[in-house]
């Protein structure tokens, strides 16, 4: 049992719930809209994590730890500023 895949699954879930729970009792207001984006986008990219993590497993076994743990801060970070990705 791989706990860590295990707690992407549930962290990815509950900023997802989070967005939907934020966006019904509060809906799409100016005050709220950065929080449900950010929830619901990080929320995406734990579960997409979460579903090729056994192939990034072999991949991080090759690769130094500061390495993979770069590349995860970057990827987190670019789904919170999107911006900075001026060609997608």
Do not use: H, Q
Not at 34 to 39: F, N, R
Not at 73 to 87: K, N, T
Request: with cysteine; proline share 5%; glycine share 6%.
């Amino acid at each position: 049992m791989n706990f860590k895949r295990i707690g992407l699954a549930v962290i990815g879930c509950l900023m997802l719930l989070a967005a939907v729970i934020m966006y019904v009792t509060g809906g799409y207001t100016d005050n709220n809209a950065y929080l449900i984006s950010v929830c619901s986008r990080l929320g995406i990219v734990l579960l997409t994590i979460w579903l090729a993590f056994p192939i990034l497993e072999k991949y991080a076994d090759r690769l130094p730890a500061i390495v993979t743990g770069t590349l995860l801060v970057i990827l987190l970070f670019l789904a919170i500023r999107p911006r900075l990705m001026p060609w997608i």
